[in-house]
C-alpha cells in the first residue's frame, strides 16, 4: 500500500509500473515508499535475473501490531 501512496481510493497493480518509473541512483535517502519503488524500477529494469515484486498490503506477526487492530 505505501507504494501506491493511497488508502482512500481503489487501486490496481496498474497503478505503479515499475517500467516506467524514473528512478534515480543520486539520492542518498528515501522514504519507504519511494525506496521501494525506485528499487523495483531499477531491477525489473536491469536486473540480470528474473524480478518479481510482492506487494501485500500490510503483514502483522504476532505482537508487532502497530495498528492496534487485534487489540479488541
Do not use: C, H, W
Amino acid at each position: 500500500m505505501a507504494l501506491y501512496n493511497s488508502k482512500d481510493t481503489e487501486i490496481t497493480e496498474d497503478d505503479f509500473t515499475p517500467e516506467q518509473y524514473v528512478y534515480d541512483l543520486e539520492v542518498e535517502k528515501y522514504d519507504y515508499a519511494e525506496g521501494k519503488g525506485q528499487a523495483e524500477a531499477y531491477f525489473f529494469r536491469n536486473a540480470t535475473f528474473p524480478v518479481v515484486a510482492v506487494r501485500v498490503a500490510m503483514v502483522i506477526s504476532g505482537t508487532d501490531d502497530y495498528t492496534g487492530r487485534f487489540d479488541y
